[in-house]
């Protein structure tokens, strides 16, 4: 229910559904894990990671909670400490798309273009309907210097891109990032399995598709 309210946006009533979730097992890591997202939302940053590093230590195989606690670290400027999370949760779960893309975002600020070309590829190959991660491409290939490449990647984007997508592009470094979608969070059911149900259906996520990370 807490997952409910907020998606609805009603953040407190989320959250004291969250709590009371800790309260009645305090080691359930995925109320530890929605709870850090519900904060997330609100800009509470720092409660953020607080959660999600107590979801990491009840369940360490949380890829979503490495991927999440890695964007947070990029907003607060400690892009190695996000490139850990990001490479962290892509060794947990190779097929990743998102955490692909993420990573590739931090190696394209840092201006290692090839590291980030090499990840924005395989984010594109494991989901190629995702436009984003094919933007995101072009932009790498246009700071290596390949524009022919970049428009290109522009060009067999599956969705027409926006005018501001077109060069420069994507000047808003945070339209790059992508972040779980409702779907891809944990809920938990009325009657709650063990944990470790739980986890393997946590990893069993559907096909990813990107957002832009809007808070």
């Not at 600020?109 to 990840?119: E, L, S, T, Y």
């Not at 995101?136 to 524009?147: D, E, I, K």
């Not at 409702?182 to 470790?196: F, G, K, L, S, V």
Request: glycine share 6%; aromatic share 8%.
């Amino acid at each position: 229910r807490g997952n409910a309210w907020s998606d609805k946006g009603h953040r407190q009533r989320a959250l004291r559904d969250f709590n009371q979730a800790i309260r009645l097992d305090q080691r359930y890591a995925l109320a530890y894990y929605n709870r850090g997202l519900n904060w997330r939302r609100q800009g509470a940053l720092d409660r953020a990671l607080h959660d999600f590093a107590q979801a990491l230590r009840l369940d360490p195989d949380l890829t979503a909670a490495y991927n999440n606690r890695g964007l947070i670290y990029e907003e607060k400027g400690e892009p190695d400490r996000a490139l850990s999370d990001f490479e962290r949760a892509i060794r947990l779960d190779p097929n990743f798309a998102r955490a692909y893309n993420n990573r590739g975002n931090v190696w394209r600020a840092k201006r290692q273009f090839d590291r980030a070309i090499a990840d924005f590829t395989k984010a594109a190959e494991l989901d190629p309907r995702d436009a984003l991660a094919r933007l995101n491409l072009a932009t790498a290939q246009q700071g290596a210097g390949r524009l022919r490449e970049a428009m290109t990647d522009i060009g067999q984007s599956p969705a027409p891109p926006p005018p501001s997508a077109l060069p420069p592009f994507l000047p808003r470094h945070a339209d790059g990032r992508s972040d779980e979608r409702p779907q891809d969070r944990a809920r938990a059911p009325a009657a709650r399995p063990a944990r470790r149900t739980a986890r393997r259906t946590e990893a069993r996520r559907p096909p990813a598709t990107t957002r832009r990370c809007a808070g």
